[in-house]
């Protein structure tokens, strides 16, 4: 080191052989640091003589670390466990999050992305609302700021906003060959509107595994809730089609269905069949217990989590484009009891 010049935090980093974000933390009295990391990097400062001005890394530090995350709907479970996940992982290498609800509105997420800019967060992950999302992604661009699409994509600029999310493709197909396996014959597709794209590829590995097959698709598009399966079932009993199960765009819809099923006295796992998408915590606990494709929700936070700190502690960016693995979680829903 130039004895001519002032000690920097890199300088300590060196000294103490750790990372320049935990020689930050100790600065900043972070609890997440043990103690016995604090002590050798105090003795590192005090052998290279560095000393922290508090009130110039204030000035010059107030947002570093601080992520932005925007998800388009906090009320479904799915991106609730997503959030929490992701949150906790980025506090444990040293950052804060930031999180804002749009609800779904292109709109407020304009503003709530416009506003994160203007404090200088250090990167945004955002699970994009659709719609007129061109202003979000345009603005993002303009101001640099590294940023990942999560769970969705909208915006096609994927060397810019690259893309995490599972392999919705897969798990489809996967869950329309359980059913044919358990013994279902006309399946139907239920939940999801029509031409957004994780409801276009959710229901393409359906269409792609029914046309291998030779059965032929019963599909049910619409919002993705409760109140929607529900009335689905019902309809689905009334209109006396002979559909026997169902690949549920999401939880959400499944859990609906379950309800609906009951409702009409359709016994789920012995007249009907059901998979829901995504396998949320709570449906291991409905009964019956709902099958679901397991999409490992807070494997994904976590990934995303060490994504964002390499890109912005190491300059790796990401790839345009990854699709985690997803797998079947199988429960009550989806076999047919011996008694059918």
Known sequence: MNVNRRPTIIDVAKHAGISKSTVSLVLQNSPSVREETRAMVRKAMAEIGYVYNRAAANMRMSNAGLIGLVINDLRNPFFTEF????????????????????DESPQLQDQVVGSMIEHGVSAIIICPAYGETANTFDAIARSGTPTMQMLRRVDERLDLFPLIAPDYLTGSREATRHLIAAGARRIAFVGGLDGRAVTEERKAGYLEVLAQEGLQPVIMTGKASRAFGRNAARQLHADRAGVDAAVCFNDLVALGMLSGCHEVGWHVGKDFLIMGFDDIEEVAQAYPSLSSVHCDIAGIGVRAAQTVVDWLENRTAPPPETHTAVSLSIRQSSVFSPSR
């Open 83 to 102: 959030a929490t996940s992701l949150q906790m992982s980025l506090a444990e290498r040293g950052y804060s999050t930031v999180i804002a609800n749009t």
